[in-house]
């Protein structure tokens, strides 16, 4: 693989991200430096700027005795980055959704009406993942807090979604996601800041129910 010598750092933390992603790495393996240097022909310098990278964003721990390797998240972490989650869109979004605008409402809108065209196509959750991300950054869309909305998509629930992704992805049918995201669709056609507040925490704990419960079961079974 060839990269330009300013973004080795970059296109290694993605190449890392990406395995990460696809399960190749799982959470709790170790992260080795020189297979990875070898197989992006680069020297580690750039390899160990990337794993900071990745440190920062929480998805590599470093321990003396033990090295560089992907975090893992206890079930009950994992649920609880999801509780965390909903309460913060939550608030966020009910605070929020007095101000949408047409702008604000036609961008929704559009996001539904993908979610409605691809739902019939969907094998599985990953043709879905995009507009899932799409969906949920849309309601916050009205939000000013760029801090809140920082933790709230980035701090908690996708960190658990992204190192558990070969999970995430089989915890609905398509069918199920689509109908658990037109019960917040609705809701938000009502207005009603408190209804969307709970239907949005509620979404995040069934979603921290499911991945906590899988993760530990394919843990027993590994």
């Not at 993605?14 to 170790?30: C, D, F, H, K, T």
């Given at each position: 693989m060839q990269f330009k010598k300013e973004t080795?750092?970059?296109?290694?933390?993605?190449?890392?991200?990406?395995?990460?992603?696809?399960?190749?790495?799982?959470?709790?393996?170790?992260?080795?430096?020189?297979?990875?240097?070898?197989?992006?022909?680069?020297?580690?310098?750039?390899?160990?700027?990337?794993?900071?990278?990745?440190?920062?964003?929480?998805?590599?721990?470093?321990?003396p005795q033990k090295g560089k390797y992907v975090?893992?998240?206890?079930?009950?972490?994992?649920?609880?980055?999801?509780?965390?989650?909903?309460?913060?869109?939550?608030?966020?979004?009910?605070?929020?959704?007095?101000?949408?605008?047409?702008?604000?409402?036609?961008?929704?809108?559009?996001?539904?009406?993908?979610?409605?065209?691809?739902?019939?196509?969907?094998?599985?959750?990953?043709?879905?993942?995009?507009?899932?991300?799409?969906?949920?950054?849309?309601?916050?869309?009205?939000?000013?807090?760029?801090?809140?909305?920082?933790?709230?998509?980035?701090?908690?629930?996708?960190?658990?979604?992204?190192?558990?992704?070969?999970?995430?992805?089989?915890?609905?049918?398509?069918?199920?996601?689509?109908?658990?995201?037109?019960?917040?669709?609705?809701?938000?056609?009502?207005?009603?800041?408190?209804?969307?507040?709970?239907?949005?925490?509620?979404?995040?704990?069934?979603?921290?129910?499911?991945?906590?419960?899988?993760?530990?079961?394919?843990?027993?079974?590994?």
């Open positions: 080795y750092s970059i296109k290694a933390a993605e190449y890392i991200r990406g395995l990460i992603r696809s399960g190749v790495l799982q959470p709790g393996q170790p992260v080795r430096e020189a297979q990875i240097s070898e197989k992006l022909n680069i020297s580690r310098a750039p390899i160990r700027e990337a794993l900071l990278m990745l440190a920062h964003q929480g998805l590599i721990c470093s321990e975090r893992s998240m206890s079930a009950k972490e994992i649920y609880d980055s999801y509780v965390v989650a909903g309460i913060l869109e939550g608030a966020a979004v009910a605070h929020s959704l007095p101000s949408w605008t047409n702008k604000e409402r036609d961008a929704f809108a559009e996001v539904v009406r993908r979610l409605d065209d691809q739902v019939n196509y969907a094998a599985h959750l990953d043709t879905l993942a995009e507009i899932d991300e799409a969906f949920h950054m849309t309601l916050l869309s009205a939000c000013t807090n760029e801090r809140l909305i920082d933790i709230a998509r980035t701090s908690c629930s996708s960190l658990a979604k992204f190192l558990y992704y070969t999970y995430w992805r089989t915890l609905f049918t398509p069918k199920e996601f689509y109908d658990r995201h037109m019960i917040i669709a609705d809701t938000v056609a009502t207005g009603d800041g408190r209804s969307i507040e709970m239907v949005l925490r509620r979404h995040y704990e069934e979603v921290g129910e499911r991945l906590s419960l899988l993760v530990h079961e394919g843990h027993e079974v590994h």
